[in-house]
């Protein structure tokens, strides 16, 4: 890109970051120390506040600039994300939000822990959460690299490498500054932002083609090389049975994954009842159909109007359709409209960054000092040092991934946040379940449940082509790939719920009927709730 198109984008993004770091310091001015404000807020926010800041947390670059990019180059194939991400919501209103903000107080581990014996639950759920905080952080660092590496026209290691460590260095601050107070502001800032542009680069889109859906479908197919099959499925997943079940497992695992990811689990905690936890689901489930629904006319939209081969040479994964296709509609590269609207969009993909960094940060830190610090080292931790272990952890965690985003930046984005919903769907959903609904759950099912869908996630997907044996993978000149799907899904999924059972029917403790009482009243009436 040229001067032109940088000097406002990096103009807009300046403005963005010093208005995010006013926000985390005028925060970070009142009520520091408590636990409550760090995790949770306060626990101020209305309904619709923590709706944006669900839907603000949830549309990341893998939404933004990944799907987009998806539906670009193989169509049909690419809705799959939309479809996954947006059921996923069904699931979470209906089975999780209101449950899960009466039974726990900051994390996941909470709910989980309510009836088990604390310590060895606290831990599982605890590493569990990290790991998957830390593959949904990678994809953002990869969404960083690459749009820094469009906006300065330099596709170059360096470029990335140092926009990867910007976003980790920011994201710290905010956390470790401001907590989740400040991390709310943020998402509701960049869900305006990223809602408005969305809106106006869909309309564009439809002004372009005079309304005519069916015509921009048409000019999609004409444009990618391959005719109608653009427009079926298995451009991307229907080459061989073994495409096929990767299809299966990426479904299951975008469907199911949502209602085991940290970050999104400890919203419900910053409103003040279960009751407004679910309006803050419905509020989110409006505003995330919204842009999931424009992200198709817009995925369309690059592929009628920039091309799927102009996208695949900016980008080899279509992290960049979407700048790309805003630069077109505005007039061109050399136009003013092209310019400004390049612009505009860049800068809302690097506050869509920042916030949803910020977001998943403060999650896995809290994890780490309530969770694990307090169980592994001091019991009687006082909520002041709870809450400056978390700040600390905020930059060990923000150092790892840093390391791994330099390590994927040439994966997709929405690709890797599929691995991070596997994992979640695989270790977390089981053993929340289990705890909510099954009476007979015991600690051993819930260590085994988490365990046991952690591992073989994680094994199978340093196993697949996605590390080694193929010109794709991590590490394309090794080979020692034994597993034949991308997302490990399909197989670790159901092996976390299987190791759930199986240690509760082999475990020689009895569930506590007692806490299982209490715990269900608390879960269906809010009575004793935080």
């Known amino acids: ?59 990341s670059a893998a939404s933004f600039l990944g799907v987009t ?27 999780v939000a209101e449950l899960v903000r009466n039974c726990g107080r900051f994390t996941l581990a909470d709910v989980v822990a309510a009836r088990m014996s604390e310590r060895p639950v606290r831990i599982a759920a605890g590493t569990s959460s990290v790991t998957v905080s830390v593959l949904y952080l990678v994809a953002q660092m990869v969404g960083a690299g690459s749009l820094v590496a469009l906006l300065l026209g330099n596709t170059g290691e360096a470029a990335r490498s140092w926009a990867v460590i910007g976003v980790g260095a920011l994201m710290v601050v905010y956390v470790s500054l401001g907590g989740m107070r400040a991390t709310t502001w943020i998402q509701i800032v960049k869900a305006v932002l990223l809602l408005g542009g969305t809106v106006v680069l869909t309309v564009l889109v439809l002004v372009r083609f005079h309304g005519d859906f069916d015509q921009l479908l048409r000019t999609a197919a004409d444009r990618s090389g391959h005719g109608a099959a653009f427009l079926a499925p298995g451009l991307k997943y ?12 990426l479904g299951l695992a975008l469907v199911l994954g949502t209602a085991g990811l940290p970050h999104i689990l400890s919203r419900f905690y910053t409103v003040p009842t279960a009751q407004a936890a679910r309006r803050s689901a419905v509020w989110a489930i409006g505003l995330i159909g919204g842009f999931y629904l424009m992200t198709i006319v817009l995925g369309f939209g690059a592929a009628a109007i920039v091309g799927p081969q102009a996208v695949r040479g900016s980008n080899a994964s279509g992290n960049t359709a979407m700048p790309l296709l805003a630069l077109d509609l505005g007039g ?11 612009a505009v969009v860049t800068a809302v993909a690097f506050a869509t960054i920042l916030a949803v960094v910020a977001g998943i940060t403060l999650a896995s830190s809290a994890s780490v000092a309530h969770d694990l610090y307090a169980s592994l080292r001091r019991r009687d931790a006082e909520p002041r040092s709870e809450v400056t272990v978390a700040r600390v952890a905020a930059v060990g965690v923000g150092v790892v991934a840093i390391g791994l985003g330099l390590l994927a930046r040439d994966l997709n984005v929405a690709f890797l946040v599929g691995l991070a919903f596997a994992v979640a769907a695989s270790a977390n959903l089981p053993a ?92 269906l009436t809010g009575a004793g709730a935080a």
């Open 332 to 342: 061109g590269a050399d136009s003013t409209g092209g310019t400004v609207l390049f």
């Open 1 to 59: 890109m040229t001067g032109n198109h940088q000097t406002p984008a990096l103009l807009l993004f300046s403005v963005f970051v010093a208005v995010t770091l006013g926000i985390t310091t005028w925060v970070s001015r009142s009520r520091r120390g408590s636990a409550e404000e760090f995790y949770a807020g306060g626990r101020l926010f209305s309904p619709m506040e923590n709706g944006f800041a669900i839907a603000g947390d949830y549309m």
């Open 238 to 249: 229907g080459g061989d049975w073994t495409a096929r079940f990767d299809f299966m497992s």
């Open 432 to 523: 929340l379940l289990y705890s909510l609904f099954w009476r007979s759950f015991t600690t051993r099912g819930a260590v085994w449940a988490v365990y046991g869908g952690l591992i073989p996630a994680l094994a199978l997907v340093v196993l697949s082509p996605v590390v080694s044996g193929s010109p794709d993978s991590l590490f394309p000149d090794l080979d020692f790939q034994y597993f034949p799907l991308q997302n490990p899904g399909l197989v670790s999924i159901p092996l976390g719920f299987v190791a759930g059972w199986l240690g509760t029917v082999t475990s020689t403790e009895s569930a506590d009927e007692a806490k299982h009482a209490e715990t269900e009243v608390r879960s």
């Open 69 to 95: 990019g998806l539906i670009a180059l193989f169509g049909y194939d690419g809705l799959l994300y939309v479809v996954g991400f947006l059921v996923a919501w069904l699931l979470v209103l209906f089975l």
